[in-house]
């Protein structure tokens, strides 16, 4: 008991100096960002972050049995999660990457002082940084591919459709019905980039909640990506088919929205194949 007391006084002071450290951190990168830094960035790293802090609230109980002794693999990889925490929240003044330290140096503080139950902390700030840095080492790298095959594959569906339109490269150019020329580019936030990243971590924390065999997780996996991708070409047919029929601020519209009612709808409809597929 006496031991479990100095741990938690520990944890509590560790907490106390992180949020001392966090403080300064989070004033120069919320001072530091543009104006439309939202519009810019998404809010998925962020959605991802709730969705973890959550899923941690949830396996409370969990946590709690969990914890003991940490063991000498615990400590290692605890000290080095709170290092690269602390240098995130000094060095990058950016949001996302703030947040990150913050949680970073947590969860190490948790997998240092009580094993085995910082080990859950630990993997889902491996998620949140996932869907921090996924989309920028993703535009990095595949940007160009990815948007011209998403492109591609709209062009297919709108010509399937019997609407004309001009496409070269990433740009889709048409008339609405008044005769105003619009012409929409299809970047890596159009592409669906945001809807991946957010896929990919909600699927990593939900494995950490069932067992079942490598080839039906696959299975689950491939049905995620394709039906994800599937809704984002949906949304991107909405948004082309809103302004051909109602003009560039329908179009706007519908570009700001409409991704925030297809994927949590298309998410519930994978939430329940993959439930009945776990429970057997």
């Known amino acids: 008991m006496p031991?479990?007391?100095?741990?938690?006084?520990?944890?509590?002071?560790?907490?106390?100096?992180?949020?001392?450290?966090?403080?300064?951190?989070?004033?120069?990168?919320?001072?530091?960002?543009?104006?439309?830094?939202?519009?810019?960035?998404?809010?998925?790293?962020?959605?991802?972050?709730?969705?973890?802090?959550?899923?941690?609230?949830?396996?409370?109980?969990?946590?709690?049995?969990?914890?003991?002794?940490?063991?000498?693999?615990?400590?290692?990889?605890?000290?080095?999660?709170?290092?690269?925490?602390?240098?995130?929240?000094?060095?990058?003044?950016?949001?996302?990457?703030?947040?990150?330290?913050?949680?970073?140096?947590?969860?190490?503080?948790?997998?240092?002082?009580?094993?085995?139950?910082?080990?859950?902390?630990?993997?889902?700030?491996?998620?949140?940084?996932?869907?921090?840095?996924?989309?920028?080492?993703?535009?990095?790298?595949?940007?160009?591919?990815?948007?011209?095959?998403?492109?591609?594959?709209?062009?297919g569906v709108l010509t399937l459709l019997g609407y004309e339109f001009v496409r070269v490269e990433q740009t889709i150019s048409f008339t609405d019905f008044s005769g105003n020329p619009i012409s929409v580019w299809i970047g890596a936030p159009s592409s669906g980039i945001a809807s991946v990243t957010i896929f990919l971590s909600l699927f990593a924390l939900m494995s950490m909640d069932y067992q079942m065999s490598w080839k039906k997780r696959a299975a689950l996996f491939i049905f995620g990506i394709l039906g994800t991708s599937a809704q984002n070409i949906l949304r991107l047919v909405l948004i082309v088919l809103a302004g051909y029929h109602y003009g560039i601020d329908a179009l706007q519209t519908v570009h700001d929205y409409a991704g925030y009612f297809i994927f949590p709808l298309w998410f519930a409809i994978f939430t329940l194949v993959y439930l009945r597929v776990a429970e057997g």
């Open 3 to 155: 031991e479990n007391t100095g741990r938690r006084r520990i944890f509590l002071a560790g907490t106390l100096l992180t949020l001392l450290i966090a403080l300064p951190a989070i004033y120069r990168a919320v001072s530091s960002v543009p104006e439309n830094y939202l519009r810019e960035t998404g809010i998925y790293a962020w959605a991802v972050l709730g969705l973890c802090l959550a899923w941690l609230f949830l396996n409370r109980e969990r946590l709690l049995s969990e914890a003991g002794l940490p063991e000498l693999r615990h400590t290692l990889s605890g000290a080095a999660l709170v290092a690269s925490g602390v240098w995130l929240m000094a060095a990058v003044p950016e949001p996302r990457y703030v947040a990150l330290g913050v949680v970073s140096t947590l969860s190490g503080l948790s997998l240092a002082l009580y094993g085995s139950a910082g080990l859950m902390p630990a993997v889902t700030t491996g998620v949140f940084a996932f869907a921090v840095a996924f989309p920028q080492v993703f535009s990095m790298y595949l940007e160009k591919q990815y948007s011209l095959t998403t492109t591609r594959i709209l062009a």
